[in-house]
């Protein structure tokens, strides 16, 4: 989509929150672009609204790319050539263009107070008449002024939108046009002075030298002002970014995803045991094809396939089922070591267990065997559980399904079974307990094992039983059925 020759594309998010599934989804399309068209990718903190934007949310949205693998050119601890990136530091800079633009002519102060310009907003609607600013302060004579001054007025500056239109062509949407009508004059900096960040994204978009802006679709409608202040600050037409709107995410049930909707802040995915490449995986997808059915695909493969042509305008809907099935098989997808590196902070943070070279060595036996079977890695504590627990007993909601008179014999057959068995490996485990308890007393296995399980694991729900104990060792299956038998 480019004819520009460097790409320069940004990403710059209000970390007004956690980074949600909407705002990782537009830095993952920027940071593919630019890394398949070999340009640059600029992380800026738009951080003028310091009462939501905090400087904890800065830093989890800087450590929530770098988690994910999204690493940018200039910003935040690389610095670079355009800085600073944080928007707060560059106050002077606003301000610098906001008196420029008031001695052009482009600006003006306007000296409404809330309360009436709520007022006239009512008014509007009760006239169905599009709402917005209604002009008022456009022409004020030096008396008016001078009146609203004694009165102790502060005014904020105003962007004139002259008649007419804004027309531009969007990367992905085609040519998009907006009615000035419908583009009242907008406040450019509050009475303190502090900037909107209408013109302070088109500010540094212009002087970052950004050639391309991907965003969500919810910024379209603010592109005919940002425009606006290209123009008040004489760039030419052909120095202007291009924009590419990316299409909604949307949830299952059709509503906007939101910000402020905890479900969906990344760092909730992170904590739920979603691996980054799955998110980004799954990310990629919403919106975006690789141009076959394909869905497992990697982060070379992505940088490799990404271009806007392939950007779809309609809206994406957001399936968590989707990013299970992607993380499973990226789980499945990892080599023993990878997996143990990735599973031991959830088991640390359990305290499961405390990171004993013993532990490691257990650790690596029984993560294969439960590597087919999980979703994601939260899983994992509650799974291995029953191999590291210094006062294993069975839980009182799972021990009453094992007291019956079935249970019981199907335990005591078990233990005289395994009592006598030489060989402790699952194979013969197996065998012998399928031949007591399936072949000889002809139980369905479901019944025959599930007892078992309880007894040794605690839980209906473990890895492959004869695994399971194996991994236990002999003596330690052995006190736990006679534990359960002598209840
Ligand atoms: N800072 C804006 C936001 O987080 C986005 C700026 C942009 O991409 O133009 O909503």
């Not at 502060?154 to 085609?174: L, N």
């Not at 906007?256 to 992170?270: D, F, M, Q």
Request: glycine share 6%; with cysteine; charged share 25%.
């Amino acid at each position: 989509m480019s004819n520009k020759s460097q790409v320069r594309v940004r990403f710059a998010p209000s970390p007004t929150g956690d980074l949600h599934v909407g705002n990782i989804r537009t830095a993952l399309f920027d940071w593919a672009y630019a890394r398949h068209t070999g340009g640059k990718l600029i992380f800026r903190i738009e951080d003028t609204d310091k009462e939501r934007v905090t400087d904890q949310y800065i830093q989890a949205a800087i450590d929530t790319l770098k988690w994910l693998g999204l690493n940018w050119d200039e910003g935040p601890e690389v610095g670079g050539e355009y800085g600073p990136y944080l928007q707060s530091q560059r106050l002077d800079i606003y301000k610098t263009w906001t008196e420029k633009f008031l001695n052009q002519g482009d600006a003006y102060h306007c000296y409404c107070s809330s309360a009436e310009l709520e007022e006239r907003r009512q008014h509007q609607m009760k006239n169905h008449q599009a709402p917005g600013y209604d002009g008022k302060c456009r022409d004020l004579t030096t008396q008016q002024v001078a009146d609203y001054k004694s009165a102790g007025r502060e005014p904020v500056v105003r962007m004139r939108m002259p008649k007419g239109e804004t027309v531009f062509v969007d990367a992905i949407r085609g040519e998009v046009k907006f009615e000035h009508e419908y583009v009242p004059d907008f406040v450019l900096a509050r009475a303190d002075g502090s900037p909107l960040y209408t013109l302070a994204v088109a500010v540094d978009d212009i002087l970052m030298k950004v050639t391309h802006v991907l965003r969500g679709e919810d910024l379209l409608s603010s592109t005919p002002r940002q425009i606006r202040v290209y123009q008040a600050m004489q760039v030419a037409p052909a120095d202007y970014p291009i924009f590419a709107h990316l299409p909604f995410v949307m949830g299952q049930d059709n509503a906007k995803l939101s910000k402020r909707n905890g479900e969906v802040s990344i760092a909730w995915y992170r904590e739920q045991g979603f691996l980054p490449e799955a998110i980004c995986n799954y990310l990629a997808l919403l919106g975006w094809s690789p141009g076959d059915d394909k869905e497992n695909i990697t982060m070379a493969e992505l940088v490799e396939l990404f271009t806007v042509e392939r950007v779809n305008s309609s809206p994406a809907k957001f399936d968590i089922k989707k990013l299970e099935a992607i993380n499973g098989d990226k789980i499945r997808a990892l080599k023993l070591d990878e997996f143990l590196d990735r599973s031991l902070p959830f088991l640390l943070s359990a305290k499961i267990i405390s990171g004993s070279a013993d532990e490691i060595k257990v650790l690596k036996s029984a993560l294969p065997i439960i590597q087919e079977r999980i979703v994601n890695l939260a899983e994992i504590p509650q799974m291995l559980n029953f191999l590291f627990v210094k006062d294993f007993t069975v839980s009182p909601e799972e021990l009453p399904k094992i007291l019956d008179d079935a249970s019981q014999q199907v335990l005591k057959v078990a233990l005289a079974k395994v009592e006598s068995l030489t060989d402790w490996d699952h194979q013969s485990i197996e065998a012998v307990l399928r031949k007591a308890l399936i072949d000889e007393l002809g139980l369905k296995p479901r019944i025959a094992f599930s007892s078992l399980r309880i007894a040794v694991t605690g839980s209906h729900i473990s890895p492959p039983l004869f695994e399971s104990l194996e991994l236990l060792g002999k003596e330690r299956s052995i006190t736990r059925i006679k534990a359960v038998i002598s209840k």
